[in-house]
């Protein structure tokens, strides 16, 4: 293919559609705003320890990953599949029989989810795997809440594990989310692995920019692109100081630039967020906990705690514990870093009254207010087109799919094949709208 193609933005969307394009011939250029590409797939290192921004977790179940990425090299480190339910002066085992019956004992016992509730779950994630998995974002939605509730689970239930566990997927622990994102990641995390790069999460992206570059795509970063403008024989990228030609452009910028860049009015603007902090504990002391997420079925604050050197030692210096803890709602975006961390440490103090949390020191506070766009109920119904803008304009980005790393990889490889299309049958031609889908749809 020999067409001249500009990519604006370096997340993970960007990233697969420039390896995509370039491997099919095009010449491709990508344009990062930042000194690094990732978009909000980040790590930092603080003091020896690695810390991701936010707390970020792949599954290896999506599909998008399996196609995407090497996984045998990202060299993963897995969680253990559930959770633990924490409240003050209790711990309770929430494990998948199936997939972890080490734990299955331990969970027939918890006493924080019926036994009822504990058989639904197995039938769910019966029905859910056998699902089309072309058909998991069509159809009537309604938030997660009511959707279980329509299947009976108990308020109980609901409230001490999926309000805390889906709720920091979703980053809504009200539950008001779109049933779709729920049963997704429900499948997703029935049929694959939890797991995180033992680099840190940007180990992500860096391997996508690797081959990309391998592929032949330019990557220009610290450019920012001001405008994207459609001509009636290609399309004009500027930057500052400089305008570049070319046969097509994608623009794979978060949502409200992309809605800024190419004037269409479907992109969601809402978003949701989150605050994370790391900590580490005195030099010797240890937090054995097991590689499964903490749940704060008490309250909000925080909302769950990983334990982040269980899961990947490689986290952490010399042995030392790291753990996450992420705070959800909008009132977390203004508590003062000290004040979230005695959050945790209270949490924590009560969760486990046998040990001293005195030492819990802070490494990092991460505010991301615009982490993921909103999902509610029938979102994805007026979700853009990777076509949507006019002429050789694209666009790529989880706002097009759903608002996960599956979303953002699915979206770059749609918005490659919609330039591939346009190009075969004539870049000034108009051409067949390409609807895109979330999850594999298209395949
Ligand atoms: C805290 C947090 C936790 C998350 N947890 C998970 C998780 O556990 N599992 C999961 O699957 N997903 C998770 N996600 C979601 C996932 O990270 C995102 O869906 C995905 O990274 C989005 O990729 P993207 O390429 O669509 O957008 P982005 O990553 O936002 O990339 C867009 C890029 O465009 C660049 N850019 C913007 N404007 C310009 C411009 N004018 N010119 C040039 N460049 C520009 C930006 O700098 C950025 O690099 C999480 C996200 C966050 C923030």
């Known amino acids: 293919m020999d067409t001249e193609v500009h990519i604006v933005g370096g997340g993970l969307a960007g990233l697969v559609a420039a390896r995509r394009l370039a491997t099919d011939g095009a010449d491709v250029t990508l344009f990062e705003r930042e000194a690094q590409v990732g978009g909000r797939v980040q790590t930092h290192t603080v003091d020896g320890f ?3 921004r936010g707390f970020q977790v792949l599954f290896t179940s999506y599909p998008a990953a399996q196609r995407e990425l090497d996984l045998d090299a990202l060299d993963l480190r897995s969680f253990a599949p559930g959770a633990t339910i924490c409240r003050p002066n209790s711990r309770a085992v929430l494990a998948d029989p199936l997939r972890a019956p080490g734990a299955a004992l ?17 039938l769910l994630r019966f029905g859910l795997t056998q699902k089309d998995s072309e058909s998991f974002f069509n159809g009537p939605d309604i938030p997660i809440r009511e959707y279980l509730s329509e299947r009976g689970f108990s308020p109980a239930y609901v409230d001490n594990f999926v309000a805390p566990f889906y709720g920091g997927i979703t980053l809504d622990r009200s539950l008001s989310t779109s049933k779709h994102v729920f049963e997704y990641t429900f499948r997703c995390l029935s049929t694959g692995q939890t797991v995180v790069p033992a680099a840190g999460i940007e180990a992500i992206p860096q391997q996508l920019a690797r081959r990309a570059r391998e592929s032949g795509v330019t990557v220009e970063t610290e450019t920012h692109v001001e405008s994207v403008t459609a001509e009636s024989e290609g399309v004009t990228v500027a930057t500052a100081e400089t305008t570049y030609q070319g046969d097509a452009a994608i623009i794979a910028t978060p949502a409200p630039e992309a809605r800024r860049l190419s004037g269409v009015e479907s992109i969601p603007t809402d978003t949701a967020g989150c605050v994370t902090q790391w900590y580490t504990l005195p030099e010797g002391i240890k937090f054995e906990t097991g590689k499964q997420i903490l749940l704060n079925a008490a309250s909000s604050r925080p909302n769950s705690v990983v334990p982040a050197s269980e899961v990947a030692p490689e986290y952490s210096p010399e042995a030392r514990t790291l753990l996450n803890a992420t705070f959800l709602g909008a009132e977390s975006q203004t508590r003062e870093p000290e004040a979230l961390l005695s959050d945790t440490r209270e949490a924590l103090s009560s969760w486990y009254p046998e040990r001293s949390f005195d030492g819990l020191e802070l490494l990092a506070t991460d505010r991301i207010p615009d982490a993921q766009f909103s999902q ?12 949507a803008p006019a002429g050789p304009v694209f666009l790529a980005g989880e706002f097009t799919e759903w608002s996960a790393i599956q979303g953002a990889l699915e979206s770059g490889r749609h918005a490659a094949a919609a330039v591939t299309d346009k190009h075969r049958t004539g870049l000034a031609e108009p051409v067949l709208r390409v609807q895109t889908f979330p999850a594999e749809r298209r395949e």
């Open 50 to 52: 690695t810390l991701d």
């Open 376 to 387: 509610p109920p029938g979102v994805f119904d007026g979700l853009p087109a990777v076509d």
């Open 106 to 122: 331990e969970s027939a016992f918890n006493t924080e989810v019926t036994f009822t509730d504990k058989l639904r779950t197995l």
